[in-house]
């Protein structure tokens, strides 16, 4: 019984993997759309945890991408670099699919901003002249932010890409450092994206 609930896991990740290398859907929402896709009931089946997705990612990258994604990861990269240069004063950390490598054409670029005043940013944003959606998108720790959505111009994609910028508290940048349970950094800001950017140009991997 224990190794068909590993089993299902592991389908159930390899599923959602697709669909989030493919459509650029969060993890979330990837895995329930696995259990539909699969006819399984949700409450019965162990979902795949963070861990067993970032593999199972991964794997549908180097399997069915391998040339075209690290391309696009970059174009990703030098897109997000121009908003945390640009949104500076707001501390900005990229996170999600594009800061941990994972990210596809079909990825949203999103960025968090800590702010005193949370309509700082957004009267940044007029100041510039930036048009934006406000909405929400879910954050770190699962629980719906505040954000400003913009539609930016990828050149080396030759497309569009959504970039959400969310609105925090300056307090919880402390929180927003933590490492993850794999130990890793769960976001960077721009000095180290360019260090991520400068890596892949000296050829060390994603």
């Not at 990837?30 to 067993?52: E, I, W, Y």
């Not at 670029?109 to 929400?136: H, M, N, S």
């Not at 400003?148 to 959400?164: E, F, I, K, Y």
Request: net charge negative; glycine share 6%; hydrophobic share 45%.
């Amino acid at each position: 019984m224990h190794s068909e609930a590993t089993h299902l896991t592991t389908e159930l990740a390899a599923v959602a993997a697709r669909l989030v290398v493919e459509e650029g859907q969060e993890y979330a929402s990837a895995k329930r759309q696995a259990v539909k896709l699969l006819g399984l009931n949700g409450s019965r089946v162990p979902l795949p945890d963070t861990a067993t997705m970032d593999a199972a990612v991964r794997e549908h990258i180097a399997l069915f991408c391998a040339d075209t994604q690290p391309v696009e990861l970059r174009a990703l990269r030098e897109v997000a670099l121009i908003w945390l240069d640009r949104l500076a004063e707001f501390s900005p950390y990229l996170g999600g699919a594009v800061w941990h490598g994972t990210a596809t054409r079909h990825s949203d670029v999103y960025i968090q901003l800590f702010c005193d005043d949370p309509k700082a940013a957004e009267w940044r944003l007029l100041d510039k002249g930036v048009d934006y959606q406000v909405g929400t998108v879910m954050g770190w720790k699962g629980e719906p932010v505040d954000a400003l959505s913009l539609r930016v111009r990828c050149d080396p994609l030759s497309q569009w890409v959504l970039v959400h910028l969310m609105v925090y508290d300056r307090d919880d940048v402390r929180g927003a450092l933590k490492p993850n349970a794999q130990g890793r950094k769960p976001r960077g800001d721009a000095e180290a994206v360019r260090s991520l950017l400068d890596q892949v140009e000296r050829g060390a991997p994603i």
